[in-house]
């Protein structure tokens, strides 16, 4: 059997047990350390999401790809300058809107293309520094403010990448924070709640995550 084949077989027998409720789950292949061919390999196994973190590596695979019937997610940090590109590449998902301020400059651009974006609000559950995502007190507000002011914006959901820590229980509270803002926003339309990474995704999948970026243990 081949590397990634094994490799996928084993995270979907693990979703498969963590899922003890039997819900849909989503897994996008963070495919952002490694080549077209390797996503085209894995795409062969059966896996057809894919997310990347930079628009750049995003167009390029998109090309390399073009004949295959790929569903590519946008999970990074988007600079402003990248905004025109990004909507031409029509990615399914844009996990990591990180802002008021971003949607609406990304909303313009839409506008003026006469286009919509499905996107997730990417939450800062563990409140770091270093990471991208509105505060988790501020975070049912912010939704409510893009559904209201940037139209063109489809919000589906929140996006969250767990606290960094070694220590489950400080993950497990940053993934209960996240899950309960999406409970709180289903009547606003939210069915996904992307969350859970390759060293967490079993614990997010009993937090309720129903949307999993998983990158190296898929690629290793
Ligand atoms: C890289 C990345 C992932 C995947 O991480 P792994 O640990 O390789 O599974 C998920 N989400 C985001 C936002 C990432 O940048």
């Not at 999970?75 to 025109?84: A, E, T, V, W, Y």
């Not at 809107?97 to 949607?103: I, R, V």
């Not at 509105?134 to 507000?141: F, R």
């Amino acid at each position: 059997m081949n590397l990634y084949k094994k490799n996928l077989q084993k995270v979907l027998e693990n979703i498969q047990k963590a899922n003890t409720k039997n819900e849909k789950i989503h897994l996008v292949g963070v495919s952002k350390s490694v080549t077209s061919e390797v996503v085209k390999q894995m795409y062969d196994e059966g896996l057809s999401s894919f997310g990347e973190n930079k628009v750049q590596v995003l167009s390029s695979k998109i090309n390399d790809l073009k004949n295959e019937k790929i569903s590519w997610h946008f999970i990074g940090r988007l600079q402003s300058n990248k905004i025109n590109q990004l909507i031409d590449l029509n990615p399914v998902l844009w996990h990591s809107c990180d802002s008021l301020k971003k949607a609406i400059e990304f909303n313009k651009r839409l506008e003026s293309k006469n286009k919509t974006q499905n996107t997730l609000l990417q939450i800062n559950s563990a409140n770091e520094d270093e990471k991208q995502g509105v505060s988790v007190e501020l975070a049912c507000e912010i939704y409510e403010q893009i559904s209201l002011t940037c139209k063109q914006i489809r919000l589906q959901g929140v996006m969250s990448i767990g606290a960094f820590s070694d220590d489950e229980k400080m993950i497990q509270k940053s993934f209960e924070k996240t899950y309960k803002i999406y409970e709180k926003l289903k009547p606003q339309g939210a069915i996904y709640c992307s969350m859970g990474m390759s060293s967490d995704y079993e614990l997010a999948i009993k937090c309720g995550s129903n949307m999993l970026r998983i990158g190296s243990v898929l690629f290793h």
